[in-house]
């Protein structure tokens, strides 16, 4: 795996993981979790949700 470096605040070169984050912001937005323990497995379903099933 090889570290590419591109321009700042040039969103086209990393379209697709500034969506991931989007999303994963958005989604985390919409609840309150009280504890740590509940964010992570949040962050878990979703990460699996992302990659996984859709």
């Not at 999303?23 to 878990?44: A, F, G, T």
């Not at 699996?48 to 099933?53: A, Q």
């Amino acid at each position: 795996m090889a570290h590419v470096r591109a321009a700042p605040f040039y969103l086209q070169t990393q379209g697709k993981i500034e969506r991931w984050h989007q999303s994963l912001k958005n989604r985390i937005l919409l609840e309150n979790y009280y504890l740590p323990s509940n964010l992570r497995q949040k962050i878990d379903a979703f990460f699996d949700h992302y990659n996984l099933r859709r």
